[in-house]
């Protein structure tokens, strides 16, 4: 069983910006992909940014340019580095990863990010 564990959240006014860390139990090169998803209260959870075992990259349109998500195999963590936060960030961010040919999913436990106006 995989175990995803997030660190990184807290309080941080608007513009500011955190780094949210998920460090897996295992080797993340045996995972297909690996992804950052948040909701929000009152809304449904959605994709922020994912990172293939290759490499490849995807965000979200509404975090283009200010997040960027990154991979240390060595360390088997993912990160999420968060700039230029707007209120609207604010949420529960959740690490997520894929691993074998049926994609099966397996969660964190998620951090709660707040952004201050």
């Known amino acids: 069983q995989v175990q995803l564990v997030e660190s990184g959240g807290g309080l941080v006014q608007a513009g500011g910006s955190l780094r949210l860390s998920c460090a897996a139990s295992?080797?993340?090169?045996?995972?297909?992909?690996m992804g950052w998803y948040r909701q929000a209260p009152g809304k449904q959870r959605e994709l922020v940014a994912s990172?293939?075992?290759?490499?490849?990259?995807n965000y979200a349109d509404s975090v283009k340019g200010r997040f960027t998500i990154s991979r240390d195999n060595a360390k088997n963590t993912m990160y999420l580095q968060m700039n230029s936060l707007k209120p609207e960030d604010t949420a529960v961010y959740t690490c997520?990863?894929?691993?074998?040919?049926?994609?099966?999913?397996?969660w964190g436990q998620g951090t709660q990010v707040t952004v201050s106006s």
């Open positions: 990172i293939t075992n290759g490499g490849r990259t």
């Open positions: 997520n990863t894929r691993r074998g040919q049926l994609y099966i999913n397996y």
């Open positions: 295992e080797s993340i090169l045996t995972f297909n992909d």
